[in-house]
C-alpha cells in the first residue's frame, strides 16, 4: 500500500496538473471507488461537474481535491493510480473513473484491486479527515507531544508507529526502515523507551520518508506509479524491508523476517534484540 512519500509524489504530480483547473465532465465507469457517496456515481458527478480544484492537499497517506469549501477526498489503497491522459488515448486496463478538464486534458483513476476510493466530504476543505493524526511533514507536528504519548501506549514500537491514529503516513516499509535505523526489535515495549530513543525512532521516520520521496518513493511492481506513469527507485536503497537472507548494511548478519500481525517484519537478528525482561519488583 502506497506509504506516505508515495502519496505525495502524488500530490506533487497531480498538483502541477490540477491547481485551478476546472471539471467539466465526469465518467463513472465502475461504482466501487464512489461506494461511500449515498446517492452514487450520479450524486458523485452532479458535485464535481463545473468545480474547480483549489488544490491538492494531503495528510498521512489521504489525499483531497479542496474545491471552494468542499474537497473530494482519496485513498489509493492497496493499487490506485491516478494518470493524465489526452481524451483520446488508450484507456489503461482497471480504469475507474474519468476526469475531463477545461484544458482538454483527462484525469484517470485506475484501481486494480479496487481498495481506494473517492469520497465527496462538504465543507471540510481544510481537513476532511480529522481522524487521521498529523504527519512528520506537517509543520505542526509536535514531536514530543507524540513521543509522550508513544511512551504512555502499552503496545509495542511497531505497532505505535502503524496507529495512524498517533502518527500518520508510516506503514509497513516505513516502520521497518525506521526500526534498523533506530537498531529497535519491532515488539519493543514502547513503555521501556527512553524519551531519546522514542524521539530518535520519529526523527529516523522522517528521515527515511524524506530521502524515499527524493527518489520518488518505493515501487516493488506496477501498482504504485506517478501521474506520468513513472516508478520510484527508493527500493534499490532498503536496509531492512524486503532483504530477507541478505547481509545487514551495517554488521552482515543475515537478515531475517518474522511474521508480525497479519503482515512480515524484516529485521537483522543481531542489530536488533529484543530487551532483556524486567525482573519481577524491579
Known amino acids: 500500500m502506497p506509504e506516505l512519500p508515495e502519496v505525495e509524489v502524488v500530490r506533487r504530480g497531480l498538483s502541477d496538473h490540477l491547481t485551478g483547473r476546472r471539471i467539466d465532465a465526469v465518467q463513472v465507469l465502475h461504482p466501487r471507488p464512489v461506494r461511500s457517496h449515498p446517492a452514487g456515481p450520479d450524486g458523485m458527478r452532479a458535485h464535481l461537474e463545473g468545480r474547480t480544484i483549489d488544490a491538492v492537499r494531503r495528510r498521512g497517506k489521504y489525499l483531497w481535491f479542496a474545491m471552494d469549501t468542499d474537497a473530494l477526498v482519496v485513498h489509493l489503497g492497496m493499487s490506485g493510480q ?3 491522459n489526452q481524451p483520446g488515448e488508450e484507456l489503461a486496463r482497471n480504469t475507474r473513473v474519468l476526469f475531463d478538464l477545461d484544458d482538454g486534458r483527462q484525469l484517470r483513476f485506475v ?22 493524526a498529523l504527519d ?22 511497531k505497532r505505535a508507529l502503524l496507529d495512524q491514529r498517533l502518527v500518520s503516513g508510516v506503514g509497513n516499509i516505513y516502520a521497518d526502515e525506521s526500526l534498523w535505523r533506530s537498531r529497535l526489535h519491532f515488539d519493543h515495549p514502547t513503555e521501556r523507551l527512553t524519551q531519546r530513543r522514542a524521539k530518535e525512532l520519529l526523527g529516523h521516520a522522517h528521515d527515511v520518508m524524506e ?40 554488521c552482515a548478519t543475515p537478515m531475517v523476517r518474522r511474521q508480525f500481525a497479519n503482515r512480515s517484519s524484516f529485521l537483522c537478528p543481531r542489530c536488533q534484540r529484543m530487551p532483556r525482561k524486567v525482573s519481577p519488583g524491579r
Open 82 to 84: 491516478f494518470r493524465v
Open 111 to 132: 484501481d486494480q484491486r479496487m481498495f481506494g476510493g473517492l469520497e465527496w466530504v462538504p465543507d471540510e476543505a481544510e481537513c476532511p479527515v480529522p481522524h487521521i
Open 136 to 157: 512528520p511533514f506537517d509543520p505542526h507536528f509536535d514531536v514530543d507531544a507524540v513521543v509522550g504519548d508513544m511512551r504512555r501506549r502499552r503496545t509495542t514500537v
Open 211 to 250: 530521502e524515499s520521496l527524493a527518489q520518488g518513493g518505493t515501487s516493488f511492481d506496477a501498482l504504485y506509479v506517478n501521474v506520468n506513469g513513472e516508478s520510484g527507485y527508493f527500493s534499490r536503497t532498503l536496509d531492512a524491508y524486503g532483504r530477507e537472507g541478505l547481509p545487514c548494511h551495517r
